[in-house]
Protein backbone atom coordinates (compact mmCIF):
# COMPACT_ATOMS: atom_id res chain seq x y z
CA UNK A 1 0.00 0.00 0.00
CA UNK A 2 1.71 3.68 -1.13
CA UNK A 3 0.54 6.49 0.77
CA UNK A 4 2.38 9.01 -0.83
CA UNK A 5 0.17 11.45 -3.35
CA UNK A 6 2.65 14.01 -2.90
CA UNK A 7 6.19 12.89 -4.03
CA UNK A 8 7.77 13.95 -0.25
CA UNK A 9 11.19 12.14 0.46
CA UNK A 10 11.63 10.63 4.05
CA UNK A 11 13.73 6.88 3.62
CA UNK A 12 10.81 5.40 5.40
CA UNK A 13 7.29 4.63 4.78
CA UNK A 14 4.33 3.53 7.04
CA UNK A 15 4.19 0.24 6.11
CA UNK A 16 7.97 -0.27 6.62
CA UNK A 17 7.64 1.30 10.15
CA UNK A 18 4.70 -0.96 10.78
CA UNK A 19 7.01 -3.81 9.84
CA UNK A 20 9.54 -2.57 12.51
CA UNK A 21 6.99 -2.14 15.28
CA UNK A 22 5.45 -5.76 14.88
CA UNK A 23 8.64 -7.58 14.46
CA UNK A 24 9.57 -5.72 18.06
CA UNK A 25 6.48 -6.27 19.49
CA UNK A 26 6.75 -10.23 18.53
CA UNK A 27 10.24 -10.06 20.69
CA UNK A 28 8.32 -8.30 23.56
CA UNK A 29 5.74 -10.42 23.85
CA UNK A 30 8.03 -13.48 23.68
CA UNK A 31 10.57 -12.06 26.49
CA UNK A 32 7.22 -11.10 27.79
CA UNK A 33 7.75 -7.45 28.30
CA UNK A 34 5.22 -4.66 27.21
CA UNK A 35 7.23 -2.04 25.53
CA UNK A 36 6.70 1.43 23.42
CA UNK A 37 8.05 0.91 20.50
CA UNK A 38 8.84 4.56 17.74
CA UNK A 39 10.31 4.81 14.49
CA UNK A 40 11.53 7.94 12.89
CA UNK A 41 12.08 8.80 9.58
CA UNK A 42 15.64 10.27 7.78
CA UNK A 43 14.39 13.57 8.55
CA UNK A 44 13.74 12.69 12.43
CA UNK A 45 10.24 13.24 12.55
CA UNK A 46 8.22 10.27 13.76
CA UNK A 47 6.40 8.08 11.59
CA UNK A 48 5.10 5.39 13.63
CA UNK A 49 4.44 4.52 17.27
CA UNK A 50 3.19 1.87 19.49
CA UNK A 51 2.38 1.37 23.25
CA UNK A 52 1.61 -2.46 24.03
CA UNK A 53 -0.71 -3.14 26.78
CA UNK A 54 0.11 -2.62 30.01
CA UNK A 55 3.35 -0.69 28.96
CA UNK A 56 5.07 1.76 31.22
CA UNK A 57 3.45 5.38 30.81
CA UNK A 58 7.04 7.29 31.39
CA UNK A 59 8.43 5.08 28.56
CA UNK A 60 6.07 6.28 25.94
CA UNK A 61 8.51 9.67 25.94
CA UNK A 62 11.33 7.91 25.80
CA UNK A 63 10.83 5.20 23.38
CA UNK A 64 10.36 8.20 20.84
CA UNK A 65 13.75 10.07 22.24
CA UNK A 66 15.29 7.03 22.12
CA UNK A 67 14.75 6.45 18.26
CA UNK A 68 15.45 10.81 17.95
CA UNK A 69 18.52 10.36 19.60
CA UNK A 70 19.77 7.44 17.08
CA UNK A 71 18.95 9.61 14.26
CA UNK A 72 20.36 12.86 15.61
CA UNK A 73 24.00 11.36 15.83
CA UNK A 74 23.32 8.32 13.71
CA UNK A 75 24.52 5.96 16.49
CA UNK A 76 22.85 3.32 18.96
CA UNK A 77 22.04 5.54 22.71
CA UNK A 78 24.01 2.56 24.29
CA UNK A 79 27.27 3.80 22.61
CA UNK A 80 26.14 7.61 23.15
CA UNK A 81 25.39 6.64 26.66
CA UNK A 82 28.89 5.36 27.33
CA UNK A 83 30.23 8.71 26.59
CA UNK A 84 27.94 10.59 28.42
CA UNK A 85 28.55 9.28 32.14
CA UNK A 86 30.14 11.84 34.96
CA UNK A 87 33.47 12.41 33.59
CA UNK A 88 33.28 11.16 30.21
CA UNK A 89 33.65 13.43 26.96
CA UNK A 90 29.82 14.65 26.63
CA UNK A 91 28.44 14.42 29.88
CA UNK A 92 25.14 16.53 30.24
CA UNK A 93 24.70 16.40 26.12
CA UNK A 94 21.64 14.71 27.65
CA UNK A 95 19.89 18.05 28.45
CA UNK A 96 20.42 19.46 24.95
CA UNK A 97 17.42 19.46 22.07
CA UNK A 98 14.99 20.60 24.46
CA UNK A 99 16.15 17.51 27.08
CA UNK A 100 14.86 15.04 24.02
CA UNK A 101 17.82 13.13 24.35
CA UNK A 102 18.37 9.13 25.99
CA UNK A 103 21.69 8.19 27.27
CA UNK A 104 20.97 4.51 28.12
CA UNK A 105 20.38 1.92 25.42
CA UNK A 106 17.08 0.97 23.22
CA UNK A 107 17.86 3.33 20.37
CA UNK A 108 18.64 2.35 16.91
CA UNK A 109 19.56 3.62 13.63
CA UNK A 110 18.02 2.27 10.89
CA UNK A 111 20.38 1.72 7.81
CA UNK A 112 19.68 0.81 4.01
CA UNK A 113 22.49 1.27 1.44
CA UNK A 114 25.08 2.24 3.66
CA UNK A 115 22.86 5.42 4.38
CA UNK A 116 21.39 6.03 8.07
CA UNK A 117 17.68 6.49 7.01
CA UNK A 118 15.93 6.36 10.53
CA UNK A 119 15.75 4.83 13.71
CA UNK A 120 13.87 2.66 16.13
CA UNK A 121 13.53 3.53 20.05
CA UNK A 122 12.16 0.72 22.21
CA UNK A 123 11.08 1.34 26.07
CA UNK A 124 9.35 -0.33 29.50
CA UNK A 125 11.53 -3.25 30.71
CA UNK A 126 15.15 -3.09 32.30
CA UNK A 127 17.85 -1.71 29.32
CA UNK A 128 19.04 -4.99 28.15
CA UNK A 129 15.32 -5.96 27.43
CA UNK A 130 14.67 -2.56 25.37
CA UNK A 131 17.71 -3.46 23.29
CA UNK A 132 16.90 -6.69 22.81
CA UNK A 133 13.78 -5.66 20.92
CA UNK A 134 14.78 -2.53 19.67
CA UNK A 135 17.28 -5.12 17.70
CA UNK A 136 14.56 -7.33 16.79
CA UNK A 137 13.06 -4.42 14.75
CA UNK A 138 15.89 -3.03 13.67
CA UNK A 139 16.74 -6.73 12.16
CA UNK A 140 13.75 -7.01 10.45
CA UNK A 141 14.31 -3.50 8.62
CA UNK A 142 18.02 -4.56 7.75
CA UNK A 143 17.19 -7.70 6.66
CA UNK A 144 13.15 -7.74 4.85
CA UNK A 145 11.88 -10.91 4.10
CA UNK B 1 -3.19 -10.54 20.21
CA UNK B 2 -3.17 -9.42 24.11
CA UNK B 3 -0.13 -7.73 25.07
CA UNK B 4 -0.74 -7.23 28.44
CA UNK B 5 1.34 -8.59 30.77
CA UNK B 6 0.59 -6.59 33.81
CA UNK B 7 -3.19 -6.16 34.48
CA UNK B 8 -2.88 -1.94 34.19
CA UNK B 9 -6.33 -1.01 32.83
CA UNK B 10 -6.41 2.14 30.40
CA UNK B 11 -9.09 1.47 28.46
CA UNK B 12 -7.86 1.09 24.66
CA UNK B 13 -5.65 -1.72 23.82
CA UNK B 14 -2.94 -1.43 20.82
CA UNK B 15 -4.64 -3.95 18.64
CA UNK B 16 -8.37 -1.33 19.15
CA UNK B 17 -5.88 2.02 18.44
CA UNK B 18 -4.09 -0.45 15.01
CA UNK B 19 -8.00 -0.87 14.23
CA UNK B 20 -9.00 2.94 14.42
CA UNK B 21 -5.92 3.82 12.44
CA UNK B 22 -6.46 1.18 9.19
CA UNK B 23 -10.23 2.16 9.28
CA UNK B 24 -8.89 6.36 9.29
CA UNK B 25 -6.19 5.37 6.83
CA UNK B 26 -8.50 3.50 4.26
CA UNK B 27 -10.22 6.56 4.23
CA UNK B 28 -7.30 8.94 3.78
CA UNK B 29 -6.46 6.74 1.40
CA UNK B 30 -9.95 7.08 -0.78
CA UNK B 31 -9.97 10.58 -0.64
CA UNK B 32 -6.22 10.53 -1.81
CA UNK B 33 -4.67 13.07 1.48
CA UNK B 34 -1.97 11.54 3.47
CA UNK B 35 -3.24 12.02 7.15
CA UNK B 36 -1.41 11.80 10.32
CA UNK B 37 -3.39 9.52 12.69
CA UNK B 38 -3.08 9.68 16.65
CA UNK B 39 -5.08 7.61 19.20
CA UNK B 40 -5.21 8.38 23.09
CA UNK B 41 -6.49 6.17 26.08
CA UNK B 42 -8.78 7.40 28.83
CA UNK B 43 -5.57 8.99 30.73
CA UNK B 44 -4.63 10.87 27.88
CA UNK B 45 -1.98 9.27 27.30
CA UNK B 46 -0.99 8.40 23.43
CA UNK B 47 -1.56 4.71 22.47
CA UNK B 48 -0.87 4.86 18.51
CA UNK B 49 0.26 7.06 16.19
CA UNK B 50 1.00 6.78 12.46
CA UNK B 51 1.98 8.86 10.04
CA UNK B 52 1.54 7.91 6.33
CA UNK B 53 3.93 8.25 3.43
CA UNK B 54 4.16 12.12 2.18
CA UNK B 55 1.60 13.45 5.40
CA UNK B 56 2.88 17.08 6.91
CA UNK B 57 5.34 17.36 9.10
CA UNK B 58 3.40 20.21 11.00
CA UNK B 59 0.48 18.04 11.72
CA UNK B 60 2.31 15.76 13.79
CA UNK B 61 1.99 17.09 16.40
CA UNK B 62 -1.49 18.71 15.43
CA UNK B 63 -2.79 15.37 15.42
CA UNK B 64 -1.58 14.11 19.20
CA UNK B 65 -3.00 17.26 20.13
CA UNK B 66 -6.45 17.18 18.57
CA UNK B 67 -6.85 13.55 19.94
CA UNK B 68 -5.92 15.02 23.34
CA UNK B 69 -7.91 18.07 23.47
CA UNK B 70 -10.75 15.69 22.38
CA UNK B 71 -10.35 13.50 25.53
CA UNK B 72 -8.94 16.21 27.77
CA UNK B 73 -13.11 18.14 26.93
CA UNK B 74 -14.80 14.82 25.97
CA UNK B 75 -15.82 16.86 23.50
CA UNK B 76 -15.36 16.78 19.51
CA UNK B 77 -12.27 19.89 17.93
CA UNK B 78 -14.61 21.07 16.78
CA UNK B 79 -17.33 21.65 18.99
CA UNK B 80 -14.55 23.04 21.36
CA UNK B 81 -13.93 25.28 18.32
CA UNK B 82 -16.82 27.00 18.11
CA UNK B 83 -17.43 28.10 21.47
CA UNK B 84 -13.35 29.29 21.54
CA UNK B 85 -13.75 31.88 18.72
CA UNK B 86 -12.88 36.04 19.50
CA UNK B 87 -16.11 37.05 21.60
CA UNK B 88 -17.49 33.21 22.71
CA UNK B 89 -17.26 31.67 25.82
CA UNK B 90 -13.61 29.63 25.71
CA UNK B 91 -11.81 32.19 23.29
CA UNK B 92 -8.04 31.56 24.51
CA UNK B 93 -8.55 28.21 25.55
CA UNK B 94 -5.85 26.95 23.35
CA UNK B 95 -2.83 28.36 25.22
CA UNK B 96 -4.13 26.31 28.38
CA UNK B 97 -2.36 22.85 28.83
CA UNK B 98 1.00 24.18 27.45
CA UNK B 99 -0.54 24.81 24.23
CA UNK B 100 -1.16 21.16 23.41
CA UNK B 101 -4.83 22.30 22.68
CA UNK B 102 -6.23 22.15 19.11
CA UNK B 103 -9.62 24.33 18.33
CA UNK B 104 -10.53 23.16 14.81
CA UNK B 105 -11.84 19.75 13.73
CA UNK B 106 -10.20 16.75 13.30
CA UNK B 107 -10.61 15.23 17.26
CA UNK B 108 -13.19 12.88 18.23
CA UNK B 109 -13.54 11.37 21.59
CA UNK B 110 -13.74 7.53 21.57
CA UNK B 111 -17.15 6.10 23.31
CA UNK B 112 -17.64 2.79 24.22
CA UNK B 113 -20.39 2.18 26.53
CA UNK B 114 -21.07 5.94 27.17
CA UNK B 115 -17.88 5.71 28.82
CA UNK B 116 -15.54 8.06 26.65
CA UNK B 117 -12.57 5.72 26.87
CA UNK B 118 -10.22 7.85 24.32
CA UNK B 119 -10.16 9.67 21.59
CA UNK B 120 -8.60 10.28 17.96
CA UNK B 121 -7.08 13.26 16.32
CA UNK B 122 -6.23 13.40 12.47
CA UNK B 123 -4.66 16.12 10.52
CA UNK B 124 -2.98 16.60 7.42
CA UNK B 125 -5.82 17.98 5.26
CA UNK B 126 -7.64 20.89 4.84
CA UNK B 127 -10.44 20.48 8.23
CA UNK B 128 -13.20 19.05 6.45
CA UNK B 129 -11.02 16.13 5.26
CA UNK B 130 -9.14 16.06 8.73
CA UNK B 131 -13.13 15.51 10.24
CA UNK B 132 -14.12 12.98 7.84
CA UNK B 133 -11.17 10.78 8.45
CA UNK B 134 -11.38 10.79 12.03
CA UNK B 135 -15.39 9.91 12.10
CA UNK B 136 -13.95 6.96 9.64
CA UNK B 137 -11.48 5.97 13.11
CA UNK B 138 -14.12 6.83 15.50
CA UNK B 139 -17.26 4.98 14.06
CA UNK B 140 -14.85 1.55 13.29
CA UNK B 141 -14.14 1.86 17.29
CA UNK B 142 -17.93 2.48 17.39
CA UNK B 143 -19.12 0.37 15.79
CA UNK B 144 -16.60 -3.02 15.34
CA UNK B 145 -17.41 -5.80 12.69
CA UNK C 1 -5.05 22.44 62.81
CA UNK C 2 -1.87 24.22 61.97
CA UNK C 3 0.80 23.22 59.77
CA UNK C 4 3.14 25.85 60.03
CA UNK C 5 6.41 25.02 61.88
CA UNK C 6 8.50 27.84 60.13
CA UNK C 7 7.08 31.10 60.03
CA UNK C 8 6.94 31.36 56.31
CA UNK C 9 3.88 34.15 55.58
CA UNK C 10 1.63 32.78 52.78
CA UNK C 11 -1.95 34.56 53.67
CA UNK C 12 -3.62 31.23 53.31
CA UNK C 13 -3.67 28.27 55.24
CA UNK C 14 -4.27 24.74 54.06
CA UNK C 15 -7.08 24.40 56.03
CA UNK C 16 -8.64 27.19 54.54
CA UNK C 17 -7.56 26.53 51.20
CA UNK C 18 -9.50 22.88 51.81
CA UNK C 19 -12.52 25.35 53.35
CA UNK C 20 -12.66 27.09 49.86
CA UNK C 21 -12.50 23.68 48.28
CA UNK C 22 -15.48 22.04 50.22
CA UNK C 23 -17.52 24.74 49.49
CA UNK C 24 -16.71 24.85 45.58
CA UNK C 25 -17.85 21.22 45.67
CA UNK C 26 -20.52 21.33 47.68
CA UNK C 27 -22.00 23.67 45.44
CA UNK C 28 -20.89 21.66 41.86
CA UNK C 29 -22.36 19.19 43.39
CA UNK C 30 -25.67 21.02 43.67
CA UNK C 31 -25.68 21.91 40.06
CA UNK C 32 -24.30 18.29 38.90
CA UNK C 33 -21.21 19.04 37.42
CA UNK C 34 -18.04 17.64 38.60
CA UNK C 35 -15.09 20.49 38.89
CA UNK C 36 -11.52 21.02 39.14
CA UNK C 37 -10.68 23.52 41.82
CA UNK C 38 -7.53 25.08 42.69
CA UNK C 39 -6.36 27.57 45.55
CA UNK C 40 -3.48 30.03 45.24
CA UNK C 41 -2.02 31.84 47.60
CA UNK C 42 -0.52 35.70 48.40
CA UNK C 43 2.54 34.61 46.65
CA UNK C 44 0.41 33.06 43.51
CA UNK C 45 1.67 29.66 44.64
CA UNK C 46 -0.96 26.67 45.11
CA UNK C 47 -2.07 26.46 48.07
CA UNK C 48 -4.75 22.99 47.08
CA UNK C 49 -6.64 21.84 43.82
CA UNK C 50 -8.84 18.81 44.20
CA UNK C 51 -10.33 16.74 40.61
CA UNK C 52 -13.73 15.65 41.75
CA UNK C 53 -14.63 12.62 40.46
CA UNK C 54 -15.59 12.38 36.50
CA UNK C 55 -14.22 16.58 35.89
CA UNK C 56 -13.01 17.27 32.37
CA UNK C 57 -9.18 16.49 32.43
CA UNK C 58 -8.24 19.56 30.59
CA UNK C 59 -9.52 21.76 33.11
CA UNK C 60 -7.16 20.39 35.69
CA UNK C 61 -5.00 22.90 33.93
CA UNK C 62 -7.56 25.57 33.04
CA UNK C 63 -8.31 25.45 37.26
CA UNK C 64 -4.83 25.90 38.13
CA UNK C 65 -4.20 29.03 35.97
CA UNK C 66 -7.41 30.37 36.20
CA UNK C 67 -6.72 30.73 39.98
CA UNK C 68 -3.25 32.25 39.09
CA UNK C 69 -4.59 34.59 36.64
CA UNK C 70 -7.18 36.23 38.86
CA UNK C 71 -4.28 36.79 41.31
CA UNK C 72 -1.46 37.89 38.81
CA UNK C 73 -3.68 40.75 38.02
CA UNK C 74 -6.38 41.20 40.90
CA UNK C 75 -9.34 40.95 39.27
CA UNK C 76 -11.55 37.91 37.97
CA UNK C 77 -10.57 36.15 34.82
CA UNK C 78 -14.27 37.05 33.27
CA UNK C 79 -13.34 41.04 33.44
CA UNK C 80 -9.54 40.49 32.20
CA UNK C 81 -10.56 38.45 29.58
CA UNK C 82 -13.57 41.24 28.58
CA UNK C 83 -10.42 43.26 27.94
CA UNK C 84 -8.99 40.38 25.92
CA UNK C 85 -10.66 40.12 23.05
CA UNK C 86 -9.66 40.60 19.62
CA UNK C 87 -10.16 44.41 18.97
CA UNK C 88 -9.45 44.94 22.98
CA UNK C 89 -6.86 46.55 24.64
CA UNK C 90 -5.69 43.10 25.89
CA UNK C 91 -5.83 40.93 22.97
CA UNK C 92 -3.31 38.83 23.28
CA UNK C 93 -2.41 38.58 27.15
CA UNK C 94 -2.99 34.75 27.44
CA UNK C 95 0.18 33.82 25.81
CA UNK C 96 2.14 35.88 28.44
CA UNK C 97 3.42 33.93 31.67
CA UNK C 98 3.90 31.10 29.76
CA UNK C 99 0.72 30.58 28.72
CA UNK C 100 -0.77 30.40 32.21
CA UNK C 101 -3.11 32.83 31.46
CA UNK C 102 -6.91 32.16 31.28
CA UNK C 103 -9.19 34.78 30.08
CA UNK C 104 -13.03 33.30 30.62
CA UNK C 105 -15.08 33.11 33.52
CA UNK C 106 -13.90 31.41 36.57
CA UNK C 107 -11.15 32.77 38.60
CA UNK C 108 -11.59 35.10 41.50
CA UNK C 109 -9.29 37.09 43.69
CA UNK C 110 -9.95 36.15 47.38
CA UNK C 111 -9.77 38.99 49.77
CA UNK C 112 -9.07 39.42 53.69
CA UNK C 113 -9.08 42.85 54.81
CA UNK C 114 -9.12 44.63 51.57
CA UNK C 115 -6.08 43.27 50.41
CA UNK C 116 -5.90 40.22 48.15
CA UNK C 117 -4.40 37.41 49.74
CA UNK C 118 -4.78 34.32 46.84
CA UNK C 119 -7.45 32.87 44.29
CA UNK C 120 -9.60 30.64 43.57
CA UNK C 121 -9.85 29.16 39.75
CA UNK C 122 -12.96 26.39 38.73
CA UNK C 123 -12.97 24.87 35.43
CA UNK C 124 -15.06 21.60 34.70
CA UNK C 125 -18.52 23.28 32.96
CA UNK C 126 -20.14 25.93 30.76
CA UNK C 127 -18.35 29.11 31.74
CA UNK C 128 -21.03 30.69 33.89
CA UNK C 129 -21.45 26.92 35.66
CA UNK C 130 -17.54 27.74 36.42
CA UNK C 131 -18.13 31.51 37.46
CA UNK C 132 -21.03 30.18 40.08
CA UNK C 133 -19.27 27.51 41.97
CA UNK C 134 -15.80 30.09 42.24
CA UNK C 135 -18.00 32.25 43.96
CA UNK C 136 -19.63 29.99 45.76
CA UNK C 137 -15.62 29.19 47.53
CA UNK C 138 -14.91 32.68 47.45
CA UNK C 139 -17.61 33.69 49.42
CA UNK C 140 -16.82 31.10 52.11
CA UNK C 141 -13.19 32.84 52.44
CA UNK C 142 -15.10 36.13 52.64
CA UNK C 143 -17.59 35.16 54.86
CA UNK C 144 -16.54 32.29 57.00
CA UNK C 145 -18.93 31.09 59.69
CA UNK D 1 -19.42 11.50 48.70
CA UNK D 2 -19.57 10.67 45.21
CA UNK D 3 -19.09 13.26 42.91
CA UNK D 4 -19.14 11.34 39.36
CA UNK D 5 -21.78 12.55 37.69
CA UNK D 6 -20.40 11.24 33.80
CA UNK D 7 -19.15 7.52 34.62
CA UNK D 8 -15.58 8.34 33.16
CA UNK D 9 -13.26 5.66 35.27
CA UNK D 10 -9.96 7.13 36.48
CA UNK D 11 -9.14 4.61 39.46
CA UNK D 12 -9.11 6.72 41.71
CA UNK D 13 -11.65 8.89 43.81
CA UNK D 14 -11.14 12.85 45.24
CA UNK D 15 -12.35 10.97 48.51
CA UNK D 16 -9.37 8.70 48.20
CA UNK D 17 -6.91 11.37 47.23
CA UNK D 18 -8.15 13.38 50.28
CA UNK D 19 -7.78 10.02 52.61
CA UNK D 20 -4.16 9.90 51.78
CA UNK D 21 -3.39 13.00 51.72
CA UNK D 22 -4.86 13.60 55.44
CA UNK D 23 -2.70 10.59 56.52
CA UNK D 24 0.68 11.81 54.96
CA UNK D 25 -0.21 15.28 56.80
CA UNK D 26 -0.53 13.45 60.04
CA UNK D 27 2.81 11.91 59.40
CA UNK D 28 4.28 15.35 58.67
CA UNK D 29 3.04 16.90 61.73
CA UNK D 30 4.10 14.36 63.64
CA UNK D 31 7.43 14.60 62.57
CA UNK D 32 7.20 18.28 62.41
CA UNK D 33 7.97 18.92 58.71
CA UNK D 34 5.55 21.10 56.73
CA UNK D 35 4.87 19.01 52.95
CA UNK D 36 3.56 19.23 49.36
CA UNK D 37 1.22 16.37 49.18
CA UNK D 38 0.04 14.82 45.69
CA UNK D 39 -1.84 12.09 44.32
CA UNK D 40 -2.25 11.14 40.62
CA UNK D 41 -4.86 8.58 39.03
CA UNK D 42 -4.30 5.12 36.89
CA UNK D 43 -3.73 7.99 33.65
CA UNK D 44 -1.05 9.80 35.87
CA UNK D 45 -3.52 12.65 36.14
CA UNK D 46 -3.34 15.23 39.15
CA UNK D 47 -6.30 14.25 41.09
CA UNK D 48 -5.41 16.14 44.84
CA UNK D 49 -2.56 18.32 45.78
CA UNK D 50 -2.09 20.13 49.33
CA UNK D 51 1.06 22.21 50.81
CA UNK D 52 1.04 21.93 54.15
CA UNK D 53 1.47 25.83 56.00
CA UNK D 54 5.04 26.65 55.42
CA UNK D 55 6.07 24.26 52.71
CA UNK D 56 9.00 25.00 50.68
CA UNK D 57 7.64 26.46 47.76
CA UNK D 58 9.89 24.39 45.25
CA UNK D 59 8.81 20.98 46.51
CA UNK D 60 5.21 22.02 44.83
CA UNK D 61 6.62 20.97 41.58
CA UNK D 62 8.63 18.29 42.84
CA UNK D 63 5.25 16.60 44.56
CA UNK D 64 3.85 16.51 42.19
CA UNK D 65 6.72 15.37 40.13
CA UNK D 66 7.19 12.14 42.35
CA UNK D 67 3.60 11.11 41.95
CA UNK D 68 4.39 11.14 38.25
CA UNK D 69 7.52 9.32 38.52
CA UNK D 70 6.00 6.22 40.67
CA UNK D 71 3.45 5.74 38.16
CA UNK D 72 5.26 6.87 34.71
CA UNK D 73 7.38 3.53 35.97
CA UNK D 74 5.42 2.02 38.34
CA UNK D 75 7.77 2.10 41.09
CA UNK D 76 9.16 3.93 43.84
CA UNK D 77 11.43 7.10 43.06
CA UNK D 78 13.73 5.96 45.38
CA UNK D 79 13.87 2.25 43.53
CA UNK D 80 14.19 4.20 40.39
CA UNK D 81 16.86 6.71 41.55
CA UNK D 82 19.48 4.04 42.68
CA UNK D 83 19.52 2.86 38.90
CA UNK D 84 20.14 6.42 37.52
CA UNK D 85 23.21 7.45 39.11
CA UNK D 86 26.54 7.84 36.79
CA UNK D 87 27.15 4.87 35.45
CA UNK D 88 24.09 2.82 36.38
CA UNK D 89 21.57 1.74 33.47
CA UNK D 90 19.27 4.77 33.76
CA UNK D 91 21.33 7.36 34.19
CA UNK D 92 19.66 10.66 32.28
CA UNK D 93 16.27 9.52 32.39
CA UNK D 94 15.46 12.67 34.23
CA UNK D 95 15.72 14.82 31.54
CA UNK D 96 12.48 12.60 29.98
CA UNK D 97 9.01 13.39 29.73
CA UNK D 98 10.09 17.43 29.71
CA UNK D 99 11.75 16.71 33.07
CA UNK D 100 8.92 15.82 35.30
CA UNK D 101 11.25 13.22 36.41
CA UNK D 102 12.30 12.93 39.74
CA UNK D 103 15.32 10.36 41.13
CA UNK D 104 15.20 10.27 44.71
CA UNK D 105 12.96 9.11 46.87
CA UNK D 106 8.90 9.94 47.85
CA UNK D 107 7.18 9.19 45.29
CA UNK D 108 5.36 5.92 45.68
CA UNK D 109 3.06 4.00 43.62
CA UNK D 110 -0.67 2.67 44.67
CA UNK D 111 -1.61 -0.64 44.32
CA UNK D 112 -5.59 -1.79 44.73
CA UNK D 113 -6.05 -5.87 43.61
CA UNK D 114 -2.22 -6.21 42.70
CA UNK D 115 -2.99 -2.94 39.90
CA UNK D 116 -1.12 0.10 40.57
CA UNK D 117 -3.96 2.78 40.38
CA UNK D 118 -2.15 5.92 40.83
CA UNK D 119 0.80 7.28 43.25
CA UNK D 120 1.28 9.53 45.73
CA UNK D 121 4.46 12.16 45.85
CA UNK D 122 5.58 14.22 49.26
CA UNK D 123 8.12 16.64 48.56
CA UNK D 124 9.49 19.19 51.87
CA UNK D 125 12.24 18.00 53.71
CA UNK D 126 15.06 15.70 53.86
CA UNK D 127 14.71 12.42 51.49
CA UNK D 128 14.32 10.59 54.82
CA UNK D 129 11.54 12.51 56.04
CA UNK D 130 9.45 12.68 52.53
CA UNK D 131 9.42 8.81 52.01
CA UNK D 132 8.47 8.31 55.56
CA UNK D 133 5.46 10.57 55.16
CA UNK D 134 4.67 9.52 51.66
CA UNK D 135 4.69 6.04 53.09
CA UNK D 136 2.36 7.01 55.61
CA UNK D 137 0.29 8.30 52.65
CA UNK D 138 0.50 5.01 50.40
CA UNK D 139 -0.17 2.30 53.60
CA UNK D 140 -3.77 4.13 53.98
CA UNK D 141 -4.84 3.65 50.54
CA UNK D 142 -3.45 0.03 50.83
CA UNK D 143 -5.06 -0.29 54.10
CA UNK D 144 -8.14 1.49 54.51
CA UNK D 145 -9.91 1.11 57.38
Do not use: Y
Not at 79 to 106: C, K, M, R, V
Not at 128 to 135: C, G, L, S, T
Amino acid sequence: MADKTTPTANGMTLDEAHHIIAAARRKALEIGVPMNIAVVDTGNNLTAFARMDGAWLGSIDIAMSKAKTARFFDMTTADLGAASQSGESLFGINTSNDGNIIIFGGGIPLVRGGVVVGAVGVSGGAVPQDIEVAEAGAESFNNPQ
